[in-house]
C-alpha cells in the first residue's frame, strides 16, 4: 500500500479541527477577520471578533488553511512566535463582500471548496490527509468508521517514517469529523457536547456525499456515486482543468479515465465514474470553443486549446459573473503585493521550545 506520491500530496496535519467540522459563516467570517488582521487568530478577544468558542476559533484557523483561504508564515518581528495569516487570492475571489459568493448561497461553491481541500496544487499541499486518503485511495465501498480509521493508519504508517506518525486518537477524530462533516443521516448524540449543532451547521452535508447504513455499533458509511444534479459544470470543468494542470501546464489533453479514476482526480473527490463525468460537462464543452471531447482509440478525452490553469479560472469566473472584471479587483499580482509572504518567499524561522502552558495551536509550526 506505499504510495510515494502520498507524501509529495499531504502535509501530516490530523486532529487541528478540535473535532468542529466546518460551520455556515465561518469561511468568510474569518477571511473577513483576517483580512485586516493577520494576527486574528492569536488575539485574546478573537472569540468575540469571531463569534464563536475559543477552540471554534483554533478550528476557523485550520479550516481556513486546509480550504487554502489563508497561507501561514513567521511575523515580520523575529520575538513574534506563532504564525501569522494572510489571505490568498482565491479566498479574495471567492469570500469578499464583492466576491463570487462570500455566504455560499450556491452549492457550486461548497463542491470547490471540497475540492481545494483535498487539492495539492502550486499553492499548497492537502492539509487535511485523513480527507485525501478516504476519498482518493479508499476503496469505493462501504465502511465503518473503525475501518476508515484502519485505513488511514495503515496508509500512514507505511508511507511516512515513525517520528511523523500521529497519536490514534487524532486519526480517529479526523473520521468523527469527515462524517459530521458530510453525512446527511447521523445520529444525535445526546452526550456530545455540540453534536446536535453538528448536525445543522455544516454546510457541506448539502453535497449529498455520504449516507450511512444501520444503527449504533453496527452503522457502516458509503460514500454515494452518481451524476451530481447540483454540480454546475463550470465548476466540474474547473476541477478537470486544474487536475490536467498538474500534469502539463500547455494546452494538450487527458483521458476521462484519468479524470475520474486517478488519486487527486475529479472522479475521487466528486465520486463521478467515467460516464457522469463525460455526461456532465458535456453541454459545456459543445459550447465552449477551448473544450472538445474526442475519442481515439476506444478512448475519450478532454481536450483544450489553451493552457488549462487559466482556461479552468476563466470557466469559473465567467460562471460567477466575471468578478476578475468588477471595478477595483486586484490580479493576483497585486495582492500578493498587498500581502507580500503569499509569493512564498517569507523567510523559515526554526521552531523554537516554549513553556508547556502556552496554547499547542499558538507554537511554531514548519512551513512546507
Given amino acids: 500500500m506505499s504510495d510515494s506520491r502520498l507524501s509529495e500530496a499531504v502535509e501530516l496535519s490530523f486532529g487541528r479541527h478540535e473535532t468542529f467540522a466546518p460551520r455556515f459563516g465561518w469561511l468568510h467570517k474569518a477571511y473577513m477577520q483576517v483580512k ?20 471554534m476559533v483554533y478550528s476557523m484557523r485550520h479550516w481556513s488553511k486546509a480550504f487554502k ?28 463582500e464583492e466576491g463570487a459568493d462570500p455566504y455560499l448561497e450556491d452549492t457550486g461553491s461548497l463542491w470547490l471548496l471540497h475540492w481545494w481541500l483535498l487539492s495539492n496544487d502550486t ?77 445543522l451547521m455544516s454546510p457541506f452535508r448539502e453535497l449529498g456525499l455520504l449516507e450511512g447504513q444501520g444503527k449504533g455499533k453496527e452503522r457502516a458509511w458509503r460514500f454515494t456515486n452518481g451524476s451530481r444534479s447540483n454540480l454546475p459544470a ?74 488549462p490553469l487559466p482556461l479552468a479560472w476563466d470557466i469559473l469566473d465567467a460562471h460567477y459573473g466575471r468578478v476578475r472584471e468588477r471595478e477595483g479587483f486586484p490580479t493576483p499580482q497585486e495582492w500578493t503585493k498587498k500581502y507580500p509572504a503569499l509569493d512564498g518567499n517569507a523567510p523559515k524561522r526554526t521552531r523554537k521550545k516554549m513553556p508547556q502552558q502556552v496554547e499547542a495551536l499558538d507554537l511554531i509550526e514548519e512551513i512546507a
Fill in 234 to 307: 463550470p465548476v466540474l470543468a474547473y476541477a478537470c482543468l486544474d487536475f490536467a494542470a498538474r500534469s502539463s501546464a500547455n494546452a494538450g489533453s487527458i483521458s476521462l479515465a484519468r479524470l475520474a479514476q486517478d488519486p487527486g482526480s475529479p472522479g475521487r473527490a466528486f465520486r463521478m465514474r467515467e460516464p457522469d463525468l463525460a455526461k456532465a460537462i458535456e453541454s459545456l464543452v459543445s459550447d465552449h470553443p477551448d473544450l472538445q471531447i474526442v475519442s481515439a482509440l476506444g478512448q475519450s478525452s478532454l481536450a483544450f486549446s489553451k493552457a
Fill in 69 to 96: 483561504l489563508t497561507k501561514e508564515h513567521p511575523h515580520e518581528d523575529p520575538s513574534y512566535r506563532a504564525l501569522i495569516a494572510s489571505p490568498t487570492w482565491r479566498a479574495r475571489w471567492l469570500l469578499d
Fill in 123 to 199: 499553492e499548497a499541499k492537502c492539509w487535511a490527509p485523513s480527507w485525501y486518503m478516504i476519498f482518493n485511495l479508499a476503496p469505493r465501498s462501504r465502511v465503518t468508521s473503525a475501518e476508515m480509521t484502519s485505513f488511514i493508519t495503515r496508509y500512514v504508517h507505511e508511507n511516512f517514517e515513525e517520528k511523523d506518525w500521529p497519536a490514534g486518537e487524532s486519526i480517529s477524530r479526523d473520521v468523527e469529523c469527515m462524517i459530521k462533516m458530510y453525512a446527511l443521516d447521523q445520529e444525535f448524540n445526546p452526550l456530545s457536547p455540540g453534536s446536535f449543532e453538528d448536525l
Fill in 36 to 55: 485586516h488582521d493577520s494576527e486574528i487568530f492569536h488575539r485574546e478577544d478573537a472569540p468575540v471578533l469571531l463569534g464563536v468558542g475559543k477552540n
